[in-house]
């Protein structure tokens, strides 16, 4: 995982000059639980927007979360944070 994080890090140095918007987009089951536990893990200053859309089954729901993003850390820890919650 090191050797996949570094070279994200790197992606995004070359493709964002920070502070920059950055969106984050995770599909997951619909779960008012896990979603409430997802956008907890951004600071609420942080936050541009949240779109929420539910698959035609309404077993899923893609969460797009925007955020004004002060460096690269910031949106890995996010990562991070978000892959080790509960589901």
């Known amino acids: 995982m090191t050797e996949d994080i ?9 493709h964002y000059t920070f502070p920059a918007e950055y969106t984050f987009k995770f599909v ?9 536990k997802v956008k907890s893990e951004f600071s609420p200053q942080s936050i541009v927007n949240i779109k929420e859309r539910h698959s035609k089954s309404n077993k899923y729901v893609s969460l797009n979360i925007t955020i004004n993003a002060t460096d690269v850390e910031q949106i890995i820890n996010a990562y991070v944070s978000v892959w080790t919650i509960d589901k």
């Open 6 to 14: 570094k070279k994200f890090r790197e992606t995004l140095n070359t």
């Open 28 to 36: 997951m089951p619909n779960s008012p639980n896990i979603i409430e």
